[in-house]
């Protein structure tokens, strides 16, 4: 527990928590012409709960940005 394996650098210590909330889910898509341009907001059910969900072409330089924008506007 607290460590996390980075493909091609190895495994590293981080910061964890035994319990957090969900709050995004992302679907990684390799058929980026399927992908929408602007999507309408998208959900998912876990277990009861709803978590907003993206759908993201995984090999662009933004995709990190991308996720790191939606969790922001959730947390906000």
Same mark, same amino acid.
């Given at each position: ?26 679907? $990684?898509?390799?058929?980026?012409? *399927?992908?929408?341009?602007? &999507?309408? !907001?998208?959900?998912?059910?876990? $277990?009861?709960?709803?978590?907003? *969900?993206?759908?993201?072409? &995984?090999? !662009?330089?933004?995709t990190t940005y991308k996720i790191i924008a939606k969790i922001s506007s959730i947390l906000s």
């Open positions: 527990f607290g460590k996390i394996e980075i493909r091609n650098l190895g495994i590293f210590p981080i910061n964890a928590k035994r319990h957090e909330k969900i709050s995004l889910c992302i679907e $990684l898509c390799t058929d980026r012409d *399927k992908l929408e341009r602007m &999507p309408e !907001d998208e959900y998912v059910d876990f $277990l009861g709960v709803s978590v907003a *969900k993206v759908k993201l072409y &995984p090999f !662009d330089c933004s």
